[in-house]
């Protein structure tokens, strides 16, 4: 799933129109290659510039492409603007895009990824995708689930569905 999140994300040329207000990097699942739910997140951290600004071109930009229905755009207190594609229709079914606009580089998820992807080992990335699938299959790999996923597993050693709930929030 990881070659059509990327030919998506290449389909909608995102890292060349988001590079030209800031540093874009794709975050999450897609940049890990833990994809369960059909998620592409890209933070783009714009230090000098207006960002509603930028978002008000990000998401006319992202309209002008036919198979691009509508664009949410959505204000995270503390974080930043997202601008959401819910649906974007590609072969392995309806993706959803989140384009989170930050002009503060502390709130990025850029060192995270990096932290995570260095400690990724074969097992460590059964478990979290056997529990991203668990949750998935529940309706609740959603509200920052994966991210808890990844430090419950990286951080405190948890393997199983058990220790994962009897994990602090």
């Not at 699942?29 to 783009?44: N, T």
């Amino acid at each position: 799933m990881k070659h059509e999140a990327e030919r998506i994300i290449e389909e909608l040329n995102l890292l060349r129109l988001l590079s030209a207000y800031g540093e874009a990097r794709i975050v999450g699942s897609v940049a890990l290659d833990l994809i369960v739910k059909l998620d592409i997140d890209i933070h783009l951290l714009v230090e000098n510039l207006d960002v509603l600004e930028v978002v008000n071109r990000i998401s006319n930009s992202l309209l002008t492409y036919g198979n691009v229905p509508e664009v949410r755009i959505t204000k995270i207190p503390g974080h930043g603007i997202k601008v959401g594609v819910d649906r974007y229709s590609s072969g392995s079914g309806d993706w959803s895009i989140d384009i989170l606009v930050i002009n503060n580089p502390s709130s990025t998820a850029f060192d995270s990824v990096e932290r995570l992807r260095a400690s990724l080992t074969p097992e460590r990335r059964e478990t979290i995708l056997a529990l991203k699938r668990h949750y998935y299959a529940e309706g609740r790999l959603r509200d920052g689930m994966s991210h808890r996923i990844y430090m419950a597993v990286v951080e405190r050693g948890v393997r199983t569905i058990d220790e994962f709930e009897g994990q602090p929030a």
